[in-house]
């Protein structure tokens, strides 16, 4: 991802570490005396380099950098408090397609997303898997849901979701979004009947795009340098 990335115009890569790479976009400069704000993008399950890219050119094209990190960086947020400063600086969330809901759902959901044609084997092969294995999935899962509930960052967020999602509950996510409007957080919604996992951008684009360019506009963190 990083080499194709690079191609783009104006665009350059750097990997500072084993799952951490900084796109730096040249063309972009910021106003006198303002810090340039940067994309925290967290890939999501399955994830191809193919899509990444094509989220970091949204943000590109809007004048951001785009800092990739593979990891469970919320779980280290909401545990240390060398966090607190990154924490306080975070001005604005989008989530897409979060992952929520029960072990059974997403044990269905893995096989129609990442292997429709095995569908069944790879149920009930990830059933057997979360059960050997429960402390190390299920009960972290657990775990980083309930830290997902209570999350340290408080900035305003934006959801993008849809109701056939088979590896995202739409009832759990309204209970997210219900949740965190009871601790006086602003949440913006865009949800879809009909759409795909994490494909919401290229099913309904400009619908999507015209959704995530009024929320980041909101933030006033920088003006837009071009439609999205």
């Known amino acids: 991802m990083a080499a194709r ?13 084993k799952n951490f790479t900084f796109y730096v976009n040249e063309l972009s400069h910021p106003t006198c005396g303002v810090h340039k704000p940067v994309i925290l993008l967290l890939p999501w399950l399955g994830s191809r380099p193919q899509a990444v890219d094509k989220y970091c050119e949204v943000y590109f094209r809007s004048g951001f950098d785009v800092l990739v990190v593979e990891s469970e960086l919320l ?15 975070i001005k604005g969330q989008v989530y897409d397609s979060l992952v929520v809901g029960t072990v059974e759902r997403m044990s ?7 292997f429709p044609y095995l569908e069944n084997l790879v149920k009930r092969a990830s059933l057997l898997y979360f059960a050997v294995f429960k402390r190390q999935t299920v009960d972290y899962f657990n775990y980083s849901i309930n ?11 934006l959801f993008f979701s849809c109701d056939n999602d088979p590896l995202s509950d739409p009832q759990t996510v309204e209970k997210v979004i219900e949740y965190w409007q009871k601790r006086g957080m602003s949440v913006t919604a865009q949800k879809w009947e009909d759409s795909t996992h994490a494909g919401h951008l290229k099913r309904h684009p400009q619908q999507y795009l015209n959704t995530l360019q009024m929320f980041l506009q909101s933030l006033h963190i ?3 340098k071009a439609k999205m």
Do not use: W
Not at 5 to 17: D, M, N, P
Not at 147 to 157: G, I, Q, R, S
């Open 5 to 17: 990335a690079a191609l783009s115009r104006g665009i350059t890569a750097q990997r500072l570490r």
């Open 75 to 89: 779980v280290h947020m909401s545990e240390n408090t060398e966090y607190e400063a990154l924490t306080r600086r």
């Open 108 to 114: 269905v959901g893995i096989g129609k997303v990442l």
């Open 147 to 157: 830290v997902f509930y209570n999350t340290p960052v408080t900035a305003p967020a």
């Open 222 to 224: 920088v003006p837009l």
